[in-house]
């Protein structure tokens, strides 16, 4: 990944975990999927991106 998208990925964390802690013990199952959701989403973003660049080089 990127480094953009680890920071998003990080901040994305940071954020979660503060609400989780401010809502109670219920909202961090809904923060660690969506924090799941966000990883996998960055991590297809910047492969698909890592693949477009590849193949614009051989061109």
Known sequence: MSAKSYFL???G???LSAVARIEG???TA???LAL???SV???WHA???SV???DNKEQ
Do not use: D, K, N
Request: zero cysteines; aromatic letters at 16%.
């Open 30 to 32: 809904w923060a660690i």
């Open 41 to 43: 989403i960055f991590g």
């Open 25 to 27: 013990a219920s909202v």
């Open 47 to 49: 492969f698909f991106l």
């Open 9 to 11: 990925a990080a901040l």
């Open 36 to 38: 799941a959701i966000l």
């Open 52 to 54: 477009r660049t590849t």
């Open 13 to 15: 964390q940071l954020v």
